[in-house]
């Protein structure tokens, strides 16, 4: 298994950093307006605040294997994973439900 490091923030503007979660981490991808990051530690999914590191939103169950790919759509409205489960899921940002699997 490979191993399983937390984010690190880099802060370019002067003050301290906010907190941050920091469990392992299989994927992670910034929305196109960089103020949430979506995590994936192994089947669940997460979208956090960048600036308070609070959780926004939650999915434990987004795939039954581990999540090792995130994007997300120009528009910010959409959020696709992958899986070693052999599929591929499309998320409404704002719900975070699962619109579409891919097998």
Excluded: Y
Excluded at 15 to 35: C, E, I, N, Q, Y
Excluded at 56 to 70: D, F, L, P, S, W
Aim: proline residues 7%.
């Amino acid at each position: 298994m490979a191993r399983r490091d937390p984010i690190n923030v880099l802060r370019t503007t002067p003050g301290p950093l906010p907190p941050f979660w920091g469990r392992g981490v299989d994927a992670l991808a910034f929305t196109p307006d960089s103020r949430r990051i979506l995590v994936a530690d192994w089947t669940t999914l997460r979208i956090l605040d960048v600036a308070t590191g609070e959780i926004v939103q939650e999915c434990k169950e987004a795939h039954h294997g581990m999540i090792n790919g995130i994007a997300v759509a120009p528009s910010g409205q959409q959020i696709a994973t992958a899986s070693f489960d052999k599929t591929a899921r499309l998320w409404d940002t704002k719900t975070l439900e699962c619109v579409a699997t891919l097998k």
